[in-house]
């Protein structure tokens, strides 16, 4: 029996496979890492939510033109990129945080501080594993497109693309659009989710946690951060007793991740028959090989 | 998609794995208690748990309730209104329970109350009191949402009324927390209270939760030489900026705020908050509170959030008198019982619910005043026009 | 505007904290090119240790100090000898020490509220919490001894890089950290020492932190205050990270008290854009590029 607990956890997840989906572009193969990506899901969340709740839009039109909305504000981080990433990183850490403070003094639009309601719960499951699906259809083709390997490119050698003729500064802009038209739909989804939105819902942790989804998956890999998104909704629910520790080992686990294991878990692959029949392949053949060498003749005297 | 789908599949399969089905009529009582377990809010929620635990403990050692033990879920908000939810939900689906108790924030009450109703148990805030967590913006009433304490523009009345018409101040100066609802709600209620009775307020000045310099603040607030600092804040923002205040040389200025202090802020400030007012649920010095207070200190680490620890006690034992005066623990007849309440025998005093807002009538605030190292009892006040 | 002086000491007040917080960002940025946000553990660790050492009364407050400076010193270098070197070790992209060092952050600010506790802890007052009035304006006492702390450790920084060997040897890696290696410079070592002077400022800087607010894990987000000012000053440059803490003192000081206390945040990050685009690289404008 699936009782509404799980399809709501469900629901979550397939909220938050979109929102990493899009930031997997940028962070995982544009190279660029973003403190500030719950923003674009505010502002997302909050037009869409404005827009269902005072202009009476239907819920499939206000889910894209939250994202789009998101879209068009994440102009404002473009003269960032064209320096190091750094920049980038705490610029959107910073834009993240002017985000929120524009919906705290958003008066009686946004309602504040105290909050934004009236909206009917309308992301239920089917619809949100239906959005999910299609935007990892969408990521798939445009990572898969000549753009997604300019953005490779540009991630692994900035300097080498550039005397290739790339212009990276407006392929890394592209990218940040896509993801913060992907977060916008993540939040306009979450909106109907919860049917309530504050600004703080969308604070830095949040942010936090979407860019850490795409480092635990691999950098580099969809299926990996689609992993991650999915293990780091549904930790938290099965872990619920272990409570105050949950953040501390989440803090452990992304150091030793990036230590350990750069590349994440999916490392630069993708999730796919052929990987688990190497995979498969591995583990076997090195068991072969332990056994063959206890069983190994004692040669040579 | 194939392998989306196998993975969420997958992720299915673990979550069920996870799940444990829950209690029937005969097993325990299970009663929710919802608290910030983790994050900056725990200062307040772990109390909270904690009272509750020790207040089932004693309910069960009298015989429990309608010839079963209660027993106390816990559930942590993790400070944030989407863990709270799903919180509820896990515990509604997996444990049964019947009743939600807590928490002390708006925002996530108003997020978990349609998760109620959806579940047909009652929610009870311990001190959420903003206006929306049991009434609809169209002001219709939640049927699932109580709260046994005051709201938002009762206590901004308070205020406004005990430094008008008590203390003879006219001109008041606010500094606020942008990013906080009750802080936003609590200004807009004194304002216009306030000025509606003669008073002015010189300005309002805001800054952001994390702040911990507010002398930029502060000081175009003293240039206006107001007769009151106005400040719907919690402690700790309230202890730097009284600091801040007095080294930018503030005098003869009257300080008040609402249920944001706690005597922990004498700790941090003791000497610029002497004379200072404060607008609480109940008192440290009443006999009843302070021997809740006591039992807690010695059996869990010491906890100055004596209010807390007060409605976490009452709230246990108030649901259990219900369901006790109901004779059952069905969602529906228990909301009607809460609902209906006149005069119920409460830990301390009596309640009786206005069935059109689900708030209590006649909760009348106390006032306190920071005297010493602690706060002292000044007086019950209820504004009269 | 009566009340601008007022406001000028104020933004200086804020802004000497962020500059010591940022100078220990910087210098670590200018010789890995990467920004360690871990920078705000070595901070609580520098703010929690001091406490609890003068809690004990033990031995006397300056004392104490020093020792939490050595703490927060000694656990800026154990990060970077088990989480950075390895890093280094294999390839070193600036998308993962940045990573890493926010996963340390993460981890250490809710290990302390998961073991110790977020409450708040009050130091006991070394100094009195008072003000000198000079012409008119209010000079805290405490915010005195604070920029005065501040301004003896960055002129002993100064000393050191500019007067010794090791400070040399610093400021060749900074500049190129493979040739200086092949000069003969043991890398190595050479990080530990950065990350240690790095610890120190920060933990000297937590101390102070925490005498003036109070300590509590969250303490560590005013880093991010100092990031932005190091980024206004110029990433790369030590005097800039100074220069760019203290303006953007100033500038919150002003808008929150001219323009708009309720949007104070929005407008500072809108000015940063802005001088982003004209000054890409800041006020001092140091651009380190990449070499090829």
């Known amino acids: 029996m699936v009782s509404s607990y799980m399809l709501s956890v469900l629901t979550l997840i397939c909220i938050n496979i979109v929102a990493v989906a899009g930031l997997s572009l940028l962070t995982g193969f544009t190279g660029l890492f973003s403190f500030g990506h719950s923003g674009f899901m505010s502002i997302g969340a909050y037009t869409a939510a404005i827009l269902f709740v005072k202009f009476n839009m239907p819920y499939w039109a206000v889910l894209p033109l939250g994202g789009l909305a998101a879209c068009l504000v994440s102009g404002i981080m473009y003269p960032t990129l064209r320096l190091k990433g750094d920049y980038f990183a705490i610029a959107a850490l910073g834009f993240g945080e002017s985000v929120r403070l524009i919906m705290d003094n958003g008066g009686n639009l946004t309602g504040g501080a105290r909050g934004f309601g009236g909206m009917p719960t309308l992301t239920k499951w089917p619809e949100a594993l239906l959005v999910a699906a299609i935007a990892l259809v969408l990521m798939r083709n445009i990572i898969r497109s000549r753009f997604g390997r300019t953005l490779i490119a540009i991630r692994e050698d900035k300097i080498a693309a550039q005397s290739m003729g790339i212009n990276v500064a407006r392929n890394q802009y592209l990218a940040l659009a896509i993801s913060a038209f992907y977060c916008g739909v993540a939040g306009a989804m979450f909106a109907f989710f919860m049917t309530y939105l504050q600004p703080s819902m969308f604070d830095v942790a949040k942010s936090t946690e979407l860019s850490s989804s795409v480092v635990f998956g691999g950098i580099g890999s969809l299926s990996g951060s689609v992993i991650a998104a999915i293990v780091l909704t549904s930790i938290p629910e099965i872990f619920r007793p272990l409570m105050q520790w949950r953040m501390v080992f989440y803090g452990l686990a992304l150091v030793l991740t990036i230590v350990v294991k750069p590349t994440g878990l999916m490392g630069t692959n993708e999730l796919s028959f052929g990987f688990l029949q190497r995979f498969a392949r591995k583990v076997i053949s090195v068991g072969k090989k332990n056994s063959q060498a206890t069983t190994k003749p004692k040669g040579g005297k | ?385 | ?292």
């Open chain 2, 1 to 385: 998609m194939r392998r989306v789908a196998t993975a969420v599949l997958t992720a299915f399969i673990l979550i069920s794995g996870a799940s444990v089905y829950g209690a029937d009529s005969t097993g325990p009582i299970k009663i929710g208690y919802l608290a910030h377990l983790t994050g900056d809010a725990s200062v307040w929620g772990i109390p909270e748990t904690n009272t509750a635990k020790m207040a089932a403990e004693e309910i069960n050692a009298a015989g429990g309730v309608l010839g079963r033990k209660i027993e106390i879920v816990s559930m942590d908000t993790r400070s944030n209104a989407a863990d709270a939810v799903n919180a509820v939900k896990k515990a509604v689906a997996e444990q049964n329970i019947v009743a939600v108790l807590g928490s002390n924030w708006s925002g996530i009450n108003i997020a978990t109350s349609s998760v109620c109703a959806e579940a047909k148990i009652p929610q009870i805030s311990s001190y959420a009191t903003a206006v929306k967590v049991t009434i609809n913006d169209d002001g219709s009433v939640k049927p699932w949402a109580f709260r046994t304490c005051f709201m938002d523009p009762y206590q901004g009345k308070v205020i406004a009324y005990y430094l008008f018409k008590e203390l003879h101040k006219k001109t008041a100066a606010v500094l606020y927390d942008i990013g906080s609802d009750y802080s936003v709600g609590l200004t807009q209620y004194f304002e216009d209270n306030f000025s509606r009775l003669g008073g002015k307020v010189v300005g309002k000045w805001a800054y952001k939760a994390g702040d911990v310099d507010f002398r930029p603040q502060l000081t175009q607030i003293l240039s206006k030489k107001p007769e009151v600092l106005m400040i719907p804040i919690t402690y700790k923002d309230i202890s730097l900026v009284v600091r801040q205040a007095m080294e930018l040389g503030m005098e003869n200025t009257v300080i008040m705020g609402g249920d944001g202090a706690s005597p922990a802020m004498l700790a941090m400030a003791g000497p610029e908050l002497q004379g200072s007012y404060w607008v609480k649920h109940v008192s440290p010095e009443d006999p009843i509170v302070a021997g809740i207070w006591k039992k807690y200190n010695a059996k869990y680490p010491t906890s100055g959030e004596y209010a807390n620890i007060y409605k976490a006690y009452e709230l246990v034992n108030f649901i259990a008198d219900i369901i006790k005066a109901s004779g059952t623990t069905d969602g529906e007849t228990i909301r009607k019982a809460i609902e209906n309440c006149k005069n119920f025998k409460i830990t301390d005093g009596t309640i009786t619910m206005d069935p059109k807002t689900h708030n209590p009538l006649n909760k009348s605030a106390v006032i306190l005043q920071a005297v010493g190292k602690e706060l002292k009892f000044v007086t019950k006040y209820a504004p009269v026009d």
């Open chain 3, 1 to 292: 505007m009566s009340t601008f002086f007022q406001q000028i000491i104020n933004g200086l007040s804020i802004g000497s904290v962020y500059a010591l917080i940022a100078v220990g960002y910087s210098l670590v940025y200018s010789i890995l090119s990467f920004s360690n946000f871990a920078h705000s553990s070595f901070l609580i660790m520098g703010a929690y240790t001091g406490f609890f050492l003068i809690s004990t009364n033990l031995m006397p407050p300056l004392l104490a100090i020093f020792i939490a400076m050595l703490v927060s010193g000694g656990f800026a270098m154990f990060i970077e000898r088990f989480a950075y070197r390895p890093i280094r070790a294999k390839g070193g992209k600036s998308l993962y020490y940045i990573i890493a060092s926010l996963g340390i952050s993460i981890f250490f600010e809710n290990f302390i509220v998961a073991a110790i506790g977020a409450n708040y802890r009050t130091y006991p007052s070394l100094l009195p919490y008072k003000a000198i009035k000079f012409l008119g304006l209010r000079i805290s006492i405490l915010d005195l001894a604070c920029a005065g702390i501040a301004i003896f450790f960055l002129i002993l920084l100064e000393f050191f890089l500019k007067r010794t060997k090791m400070g040399m040897a610093i400021r060749a890696a900074a500049f190129d950290l493979t040739t200086a290696s092949l000069m003969g410079v043991n890398v190595n070592f050479l990080l530990s020492i950065v990350f240690l002077i790095a610890g120190f400022l920060a933990g000297i800087a937590g101390v102070v932190l925490g005498i003036k607010y109070t300590v509590y894990p969250q303490l560590g987000s005013l880093t991010t205050k100092a990031f932005i000012g190091a980024i206004l000053g110029g990433l790369g440059s030590l005097p800039g990270a100074i220069i760019g803490s203290i303006c953007l003192g100033v500038i919150e000081a002003c808008t929150a008290a001219f323009i708009s206390s309720q949007l104070r945040d929005l407008i500072v990050f809108l000015i940063l854009i802005i001088v982003l685009i004209f000054r890409p690289n800041g006020i001092m404008g140091v651009y380190v590029d990449d070499k090829v």
